[in-house]
């Protein structure tokens, strides 16, 4: 028997779901506001949201995510009155398992419940927990997502793609998967399309025989033959010459290549793995890349988020490796000023996570013995960017009020300073706590606090961790 929350201020439509629910032999709950909603999602365990779009407190897509990243980590069917393709297209992108306009056929929902149900039923059994996170860093909805693709591909044999941006992390991907599949204990390899010469890519990926041309003074094997049994793993695909596209189709059809001078053919039980930052799609449209080749190459698809689309995993990325680095370097730990983690949080990092490396390390050789991290630590780019963003939307930090706040009545330097110390504490807690969700150990890391320092303080403003 499932659990099924049913979010909508609609009597009838509750009604009508609850009845549907149990006559499947399964429990309906049902909640009418949204924020009744969301509380009996954390408090249960629920494997299925139907979940309404206008509530009478705010918007069901907006807090799809919250709900998707739940302990249980329900699937969520959209029903709504007013159909939108945009809405539609928001509900697929963030994690919803469908999207359906109300008012339809009781048999159309139970054929929706038994679908998703059965998924998850599979899901649980034939899904393999990741040993291996490669340093994929994050715990967002859209990175949980690529994992959990990951976590499948890692049990088969199918070819992967790889897609998104320079520095989103392809290659870690590639290499969590080859580390948690069956060939794990045999060669990854790596071939990276952007650097081959061209006149001598079949030679690097095929081998050649010797006397195959002026210098082959012996035989050499070729990537592929390393990747016998393993994971041959070719990033920025998108760059292939179209003969070497046109070549390297055969060999993954039948596995079976001819090194180059050789009159005989090899065979290579390679596990395939591409990745590329290049839009394949249009490649094809323009002639310029195999569409026969795409369709081989995407048995399975992975798409990474850029880092702005994730930026809840902002700071756990940066804590990170502000720590990596400390450990590596014996230095003593950093802790990140209030400004320190707005200012990370609010760039918009076109380089992706390998440019938050970066400017983590870039950062803390600037602050040398420092032991805060603040704005100025970081690269000159990042802050003129935010300069020009902050100048642009007439921006700028709000003052630390005075006791008196624009009155005549100042009072004392002394009261001054007190009240501003004091409102910069309660500030910089109260950021401490959202940037960390709460998690006290975390904050730690960040304030360079004793745990009893922490305490002491949170008591004081009257704030509390989990």
């Known amino acids: 028997m499932a659990r099924i929350l049913v979010i909508d201020d609609e009597i ?8 549907a629910i149990e006559r499947m032999g399964h429990e309906a709950v ?17 494997e299925v949201v139907f979940l309404d779009v206008n509530l009478p407190d705010g918007n069901g897509l907006q807090a799809l995510p919250k709900i998707k990243t739940s302990a249980a980590a329900p699937e969520v069917i959209i029903i709504t009155g007013q159909g939108d393709p945009d809405g539609a297209a928001l509900a697929v992108e963030s994690g919803a398992w469908d999207y359906i306009q109300k008012s339809p056929s009781l048999k159309t929902l139970e054929l929706q419940l038994r679908r998703v149900l059965r998924y998850r039923e599979e899901k649980k059994t034939g899904q393999q927990p990741l040993r291996n996170r490669e340093e994929i860093i994050g715990s967002s909805l859209l990175i949980t997502q690529c994992l959990e693709t990951v976590s499948r591909a890692a049990g088969t044999d199918a070819n992967v793609l790889i897609s998104g941006e320079t520095g989103t992390g392809k290659e870690l991907f590639a290499h969590a998967i080859h580390r948690n599949s069956s060939r794990r204990s045999n060669d990854f390899v790596i071939v990276d399309c952007a650097t081959l010469p061209e006149t001598l890519v079949e030679s690097i990926l095929f081998g050649y025989e010797k006397g195959a041309y002026t210098g082959a003074d012996r035989p050499r094997p070729g990537l592929i033959s390393q990747a016998h049994n393993g994971t041959l793993f070719l990033d920025e695909v998108g760059e292939l010459p179209l003969p ?16 180059v001078g050789s009159r005989r053919e090899l ?23 195999r569409q026969d080749l795409l369709y081989r190459l995407r048995s399975i698809s992975i798409e990474l988020p850029p880092l702005r689309k994730r930026p809840d995993d902002i700071m756990e990325l940066a804590l990170h490796y502000v720590t990596r680095h400390c450990k590596r370097n014996q230095t003593g730990t950093k802790g990140f000023s209030p400004e320190f983690m707005d200012a990370i949080g609010t760039y918009h990092w076109p380089g992706n996570v390998r440019e938050l490396i970066n400017s983590m ?5 600037e602050a040398g013995n420092e032991p805060i991290l603040i704005p100025r630590h970081l690269p000159t780019q990042i802050r003129v960017q935010l300069a020009r963003k902050s100048v642009a939307e007439g921006g700028g930090q709000r003052e630390i009020p005075f006791p008196g706040e624009l009155g005549t009545d100042l009072g004392t330097f002394r009261d001054y300073r007190e009240n501003a110390i004091k409102e910069a504490e309660k500030q910089y807690l109260q950021k401490l706590l959202e940037v960390t969700r709460r998690d006290i150990k975390a904050a730690l890391k960040i304030a360079n606090l004793s745990r009893s320092r922490l305490y002491a303080l949170l008591k004081k403003h009257n704030l509390s961790g989990k």
Not at 247 to 255: E, I, K, N
Not at 267 to 276: E, G, I, K
Not at 361 to 365: C, G
Request: proline content about 1%; charged content about 20%.
């Open 361 to 365: 390390e870039s950062a803390l050789t």
């Open 12 to 19: 009838d439509v509750c009604k009508a779901l609850t009845m």
């Open 244 to 259: 070497v596209q046109k070549a390297f189709l055969r060999v993954l059809q039948g596995r079976r290549f001819r090194p």
């Open 30 to 46: 049902c909640a009418q506001t949204l924020n009744a909603g969301l509380a009996a999602n954390r408090s249960g365990s629920f």
């Open 267 to 289: 065979s290579s039980n390679f596990r395939l793995v591409a990745a590329t930052n290049r839009d394949l799609e249009r490649m094809t449209a323009q002639g310029r890349f």
